[in-house]
């Protein structure tokens, strides 16, 4: 089975830099995710790390260490609009080439004035 | 290009009952994945279908089940439907079984009394 854990709750200032972490447990590992859901909304893709190291996109970037089982998701300059649920997932391949992907409780961020 | 629709948006049904969800994936994806999202659960695979054929499934029991026409639009179905089956079902599709990202649809809430 998978196992994924990330903090439930984060507050911070807008304009600072939040880091979320992510630990997965796993076999088969073919990915990690990252993806943000608004209230109400359903999730938006933000990043995939395969590899491991960083990937940067605009404000958000995105780590893996793939022999820690570690993740973690940079938001910098933050913004209101920021505050979200931000879910960890991890794909796996499970028999074949077929895949699934597998989702943690989510973060809840909140961006404060 | 039109992102994934989800029909109906909003659903109530008794215990008992029974209940198909619709959706229709972004033009040219072949890959949809169902998703069942709690508070308690969080997100959660339930399957997933490329070229007409389910290549995966989740943890769930037989009571969920569902196809992939050959246009690529997904259906699921729900028999004999629990108090606890009230969730949002999301519904996500890709271009390809080996794509990494996945678009959601805005999902569908179910709510049985």
């Known amino acids: 089975g998978q196992n994924i854990d990330q903090p439930t709750e984060m507050t911070a200032t807008e304009g600072a830099i939040v880091q979320i972490n992510c630990t997965y447990q796993t076999s088969g590992f073919n990915g990690l995710f990252w993806y943000q859901q608004h209230a109400g909304e359903a999730p938006t893709f933000l990043s995939y790390?395969?590899?491991?190291g960083l990937e940067e996109k605009g404000r958000f970037s995105s780590f893996l260490s793939r022999s820690k089982g570690y993740s973690y998701l940079l938001l910098k300059e933050l913004q209101m609009k920021d505050s979200a649920s931000y879910l960890c997932?991890?794909?796996?391949?499970?028999?074949?080439?077929?895949?699934?992907?597998?989702f943690g409780s989510g973060t809840q961020l909140t961006v404060l004035p | 290009k039109a992102g994934v629709t989800q029909t109906p948006r909003y659903l109530i049904k008794t215990r008992g009952q029974q209940v198909t969800l619709s959706c229709s994936p972004i033009?040219?994806?072949?890959?949809v994945s169902w998703y069942q999202q709690t508070p308690g659960q969080g997100l959660q695979f339930l399957f997933e279908y490329f070229s007409e054929t389910q290549r995966n499934k989740g943890n769930f029991p037989g009571r969920f089940s569902g196809r992939q026409f050959s246009n690529s639009r997904s259906e699921m179905n729900v028999s004999t439907l629990e108090l606890g089956d009230s969730a949002l079902y999301l519904c996500a599709s890709a271009p390809g079984s080996t794509s990494y990202e996945q678009y959601f649809g805005p999902g569908t809430r179910l709510t049985v009394t």
């Open positions: 790390n395969v590899l491991d």
């Open positions: 997932a991890v794909r796996a391949e499970t028999s074949g080439s077929a895949r699934q992907l597998t």
């Open positions: 033009s040219g994806h072949r890959s």
